[in-house]
């Protein structure tokens, strides 16, 4: 079995921290933060708008809502910055209808079977968001649909944003306090880095992942020529419900071998029977990897832009999913409709239903422990 995050004895509580006033920061001649207001809620909470600068250009913008990135400008292989994720301009879509676009999901993210398992001789019930079948990414109310504590993040190479929730004992039937931080920081390396940490006052599963949704193409066409590596010589194969069926299957041979560089439409139609139950990739691949360490998780080739993305990560596993489910109904930054396979989303993660497969690698975080891992998006061009 695979090790599960890092854990070390509780660290000192610090109370969240308090939302800050509106601020244009300028400590640095090349780095930059920015904050704005970004709307409100339903409820009528304050959402906030952190915009990051690194000394090369490349911005962030990351709302308190979900702490979802809402923008991400990299450079193409002439200098020229585009937006590689999907997402809106206004608050009230992601409210409204938002499928996790760039979202931080938990308590955890992907799916847990039928929405149950048992922790400690005692059946826990959660909602079953997904088709009224099974449970996924928290719930009806996660994480990505609530606002976070917020303090502005400053390094001497990196700027960023702390985002604070406290995931109360109950919560979409999930057990204990959960105190969850997410720091996400853009460096000088053109590196987007999250850290996650959190803690708990009772056994319970934790799975927190990114979902952000990536064009490098800027959003121009769809993801389907994009050229994709994983560092995986196995994957979780799943039932029709998406659930893994507890084995790990060797990709030699089959349309899921990404270990050598391939487009990921190359055979995404090809009739394998695990495409036919995703609608194409929505996939948990395990990474070859020793420890708990950083491995490169994965890297993404866009030709025609030179963008390269790569995923380093502290993680097990890696969801691979390549925008089946989007159908042009939904219209997003700048009136662009997303059609179908628009976006990938590369989510570092534990494996799906892992508190109901003991032979993975347990996602159970316990009192007194620390959960701990980080995933770094790293950004370049030729």
């Known amino acids: 079995m695979r090790p ?29 933060i920015e904050t704005k207001p970004f709307g409100e809620t339903a409820e009528g909470q304050p959402v906030r708008l952190y915009s990051l600068r690194n000394a090369n250009g490349l911005t962030a913008d990351i709302m308190t809502y979900g702490a979802i990135v809402v923008s991400l400008q990299t450079p193409d292989r002439k200098g020229q910055m585009d937006d590689i994720v999907l997402g809106y301009d206004r608050l009230d879509d992601y409210i409204k209808n938002s499928p996790y676009f760039g979202a931080i999901v938990g308590r955890y993210g992907n799916r847990i079977a039928k929405g149950k398992f048992t922790l400690d001789g005692t059946e826990y019930t959660l909602a ?21 504590d917020d303090e502005p993040v400053w390094k001497a190479d990196a700027v960023g944003v702390k985002l604070s929730y406290l995931s109360k004992d109950g919560e979409e039937g999930y ?15 053109n590196e987007l880095r999250i850290d996650y940490e959190a803690t708990t006052d009772k056994a319970t599963p934790v799975n927190l992942t990114h979902h952000g949704y ?30 893994p069926t507890g084995e790990l299957t060797p990709v030699r041979g089959t349309p899921m071998d990404f270990t050598k560089p391939a487009e990921i439409g190359a055979r995404i139609n090809n009739g394998y029977q695990q495409l036919k139950f995703g609608g194409g990739y929505d996939h948990n691949w395990v990474l070859d990897k020793r420890g708990s360490g950083m491995t490169l998780a994965a890297r993404v080739y866009e030709p025609t832009t030179g963008r390269i993305m790569e995923i380093l990560t502290m993680e097990p596993g890696i969801q691979f999913y390549s925008g089946n489910f989007l159908d042009g109904t939904i219209t997003g930054k700048e009136g662009k409709v997303y059609k179908h ?37 790293r950004f370049s061009a030729k």
């Open 4 to 32: 599960m995050h890092r854990m070390t004895p509780r660290a000192e509580r610090r109370e969240s921290a308090a939302a800050k006033p509106v601020a244009t920061d300028s400590k640095s001649p090349t780095l930059n």
């Open 128 to 148: 079953t968001n997904n088709n009224n079948l099974n449970h996924l990414h928290g719930g009806v109310k996660g994480f990505d649909k609530v606002v976070w």
């Open 175 to 189: 057990p204990g306090n959960l105190k969850a931080t997410v720091t996400y920081l853009l460096t000088n390396k």
């Open 214 to 243: 990536f064009n490098l193409t800027g959003g121009e066409r769809d993801i389907l020529n994009h050229v994709l590596t994983l560092n995986a010589a196995q994957f979780t194969p799943v039932d029709e419900g998406l659930i």
């Open 341 to 377: 396979r628009w976006g990938f989303c590369a989510e570092t993660q534990h494996f799906p239903d892992s508190p109901n497969k003991p032979s993975f690698p347990s996602t159970i975080l316990r009192p007194g422990e620390k959960y701990e891992t980080t995933t770094i998006y």
